[in-house]
């Protein structure tokens, strides 16, 4: 009786080990009962980086459905969002496919540029870094690529 007493103990144990295994292994998936929302930092005046992060948005929205996706841009970053840049034809495809792509306020302030200089395809927010904190503050996963 002691024998079987002492095996059901390391069955069951071996069970709860499995059990808190698996459980602790499904918390790194992401919960579809959650929306995933990602945020993009660009604050380099590079095509190399702006398409990155580009790619980087488009990947998370094929590889995660629903995902909100939103791309900040701020300091010599805000080049890349004129009108005239060599990647205004995919940030607008971008902001096309329903990634919220956005200029700083003060960055346009400090550099004089009006919304008449940028891509029209692209949306606005006050400050920058704000904004990236708010988010983050949200719930948003950071990136800069």
């Known amino acids: 009786m002691k024998f079987m007493n002492k095996l059901m103990g390391v069955v069951l144990g071996g069970a709860m080990a499995m059990g808190a295994l698996s459980v602790s292994t499904a918390a790194h998936a992401i ?3 959650v929306t995933p929302k990602v945020i993009f930092q660009v604050s380099d005046n590079d095509p190399a980086k702006w398409n990155l992060a ?5 990947n998370v929205q094929k590889d995660l459905k629903g995902a ?3 791309i900040v ?3 010599p970053g805000i080049g890349m969002l004129k009108a005239d840049s060599e990647v205004a034809n995919r940030v607008g495809e971008a ?3 329903g990634v919220k792509v956005v200029a700083c306020g003060n960055t346009m302030r400090g550099q004089k540029l009006t919304k008449e200089d940028m891509n029209p395809k692209i949306g606005y927010v006050q400050a920058g ?3 990236l904190m708010e988010r983050q503050m949200q719930g948003y996963t950071y ?3």
């Open 31 to 33: 919960d579809p009962m």
């Open 68 to 70: 909100v996706v939103e």
């Open 143 to 145: 990136v800069r690529p």
């Open 129 to 131: 870094v704000v904004e």
């Open 54 to 58: 580009l790619n980087n948005a488009k």
């Open 95 to 97: 902001a096309d496919s």
């Open 73 to 75: 841009a701020y300091g």
